[in-house]
């Protein structure tokens, strides 16, 4: 089936580790994106990219790092630097860049920091 | 940028038609308004999306007022499955999407 798949579910860390969350999709879609949810709140954009080995900072981009060195696949590293990292993260895609049409979301991976 | 207003929260009886309003003044005339729903801790999904006409789908309609500052999403028949987090969303300067706290739609038997 095509979709994005988001690898871990959950994932627990102690402070001052990184952890890099997997993103994948199958749709051969240019653009990915990341984005964080804390509860009760809407979607926060961390990082986009519109085509592979090319990325944006999005609105909270501090404490994160990504790479698309492949078109299907953009990781997202949560690093010690991010000060309160626990959340609920997102990836999605969509066929073109500048999101004028539908976003495809993955199921998510909820990070907690121990 | 687009900024968009909605209720925090709204009831619907099963089987009558859920009507979710949202308010974006601020909204420029190349800017579209994008509706997604969010089942708890899941990924969100797409609903429907327009500019000025009234949009329908399989999911929803959207309806759109003449000065654009607001806009409606109807589910014709809500369902107890239709219970969700509804995000009315603007664009930014960059397109890029600007989501609120949108509305909890509970549908009761």
């Known amino acids: 089936d095509g979709g994005i798949t988001q690898s871990p579910k959950y994932l627990f860390r102690k402070e001052g580790q990184n952890v890099t969350l997997s993103c994948e999709q199958n749709?051969?879609?240019?653009?990915m994106y990341w984005y964080r949810q804390d509860p009760g709140q809407g979607l926060r954009l961390i990082y986009y990219?519109?085509?592979?080995?090319?990325?944006q900072k999005g609105d909270i981009a501090e404490g994160y790092s990504v790479s698309r060195e492949k078109k299907e696949s953009f990781p997202l590293t949560v690093t010690s630097a991010q000060k309160n990292p626990t959340a609920f993260y997102l990836c999605?895609?969509?066929?073109?860049?500048?999101?004028?049409?539908?976003?495809?979301f993955g199921e998510g991976s909820r990070l907690t920091v121990l | 940028d687009a900024k968009t207003t909605q209720p925090p929260s709204m009831d619907c009886a099963e089987g009558r038609a859920a009507n979710l309003p949202c308010n974006h003044s601020t909204i420029s005339g190349n800017e579209y308004v994008y509706w997604y729903r969010q089942i708890h801790s899941q990924g969100p999904q797409y609903i429907i999306h327009g500019l000025k006409n009234n949009e329908t789908n399989e999911m929803a309609s959207l309806i759109i007022t003449e000065d654009r500052k607001s806009s409606t999403l109807i589910l014709p028949h809500a369902t107890l499955r239709d219970t969700a987090v509804y995000y009315c969303?603007?664009?930014?300067?960059?397109?890029?999407?600007?989501w609120g706290a949108g509305t909890k739609l509970i549908i009761k038997p």
């Open positions: 749709l051969n879609h240019d653009a």
């Open positions: 990219s519109q085509i592979v080995n090319d990325f």
């Open positions: 969303i603007g664009q930014d300067s960059n397109y890029q999407l600007i």
């Open positions: 999605a895609s969509s066929p073109q860049s500048g999101q004028t049409g539908e976003l495809f």
